[in-house]
């Protein structure tokens, strides 16, 4: 049986560069693999881009509302007549899926026996669980952590976000790199000591 891989980390761990390198690992060996996205991550339109500008585009969007299931099934079946069978199912920015299509990622790789690498971040700014990651941690066969470090040298594991020069604690939950605001919305991976120093102490 398949198996749904929940691979996570704090910003900057890589995610993105980890996902396109299993994308061509699986390639490399002739196999099949298609990669999607949640639609709300208006990043890059419809490509994946890791920080070392890396870039590809996805095969298909995963909107609100969308049964992320039957979006594989309808990818599937359009390109089987002119390759080979799908090997692997690659999700980024996990995080940002219903709950409900989490569960779907899970029939995918349990009733189509369909490996789903899904790659996210855990927690938003405040350390509140994404619903997506939230559905991942619970569901997901294999939990994989991708570590970075914060800027003092310790293991990063919360997500500061900064607006222009200054670290904001509060605001919507999802705020896209770049979009919202005059001034641009960034994201720092701080560790446990220094998310607490810039939060005044506040955590969530």
């Known amino acids: 049986m398949a198996k749904?891989?929940?691979?996570?980390?704090?910003?900057n761990s890589g995610k993105s560069t980890a996902?396109?390198?299993?994308?061509?690992?699986?390639?490399?060996?002739?196999?099949?693999?298609?990669?999607?996205?949640?639609?709300?991550?208006?990043?890059?339109?419809?490509?994946?881009?890791?920080?070392?500008?890396?870039?590809?585009?996805?095969?298909?969007?995963?909107?609100?509302g969308q049964g992320a299931r039957e979006l594989f099934?309808?990818?599937?079946?359009?390109?089987?007549?002119?390759?080979?069978?799908?090997a692997c199912l690659l999700?980024?920015?996990?995080?940002?899926?219903?709950p409900g299509q989490v569960d779907d990622l899970f029939r995918i790789a349990v009733e189509d026996d369909i490996p789903v690498l899904a790659y996210g971040i855990r927690s938003d700014f405040l350390?509140?669980?994404?619903?997506?990651?939230?559905?991942?941690?619970?569901?997901?066969?294999?939990?994989?952590?991708?570590?970075?470090?914060?800027?003092?040298?310790?293991?990063?594991?919360f997500n500061g976000r900064r607006i222009g020069d200054r670290f904001v604690f509060d605001g919507d939950q999802v705020a896209i790199d770049g979009?919202?605001?005059?001034?641009?919305?960034t994201y720092e991976s701080l560790c446990g000591h220094c998310?607490?120093?810039?939060s005044g102490g506040r955590l969530g």
């Open 127 to 157: 350390t509140h669980v994404f619903p997506g990651s939230g559905r991942l941690l619970t569901v997901a066969h294999t939990l994989e952590e991708l570590k970075t470090i914060c800027r003092c040298g310790r293991k990063a594991v």
């Open 4 to 11: 749904l891989y929940f691979r996570y980390g704090a910003m």
């Open 179 to 185: 979009e919202g605001s005059d001034l641009v919305t």
């Open 73 to 86: 099934h309808r990818e599937r079946d359009r390109i089987r007549r002119s390759g080979p069978e799908t």
């Open 19 to 64: 996902l396109l390198q299993a994308a061509y690992n699986y390639e490399e060996r002739g196999q099949r693999v298609l990669l999607a996205k949640p639609e709300i991550d208006t990043k890059g339109a419809s490509q994946i881009a890791s920080r070392l500008g890396m870039t590809r585009e996805v095969d298909f969007l995963i909107g609100p």
């Open 195 to 198: 998310y607490l120093q810039e």
């Open 91 to 98: 999700v980024d920015e996990a995080q940002f899926l219903e």
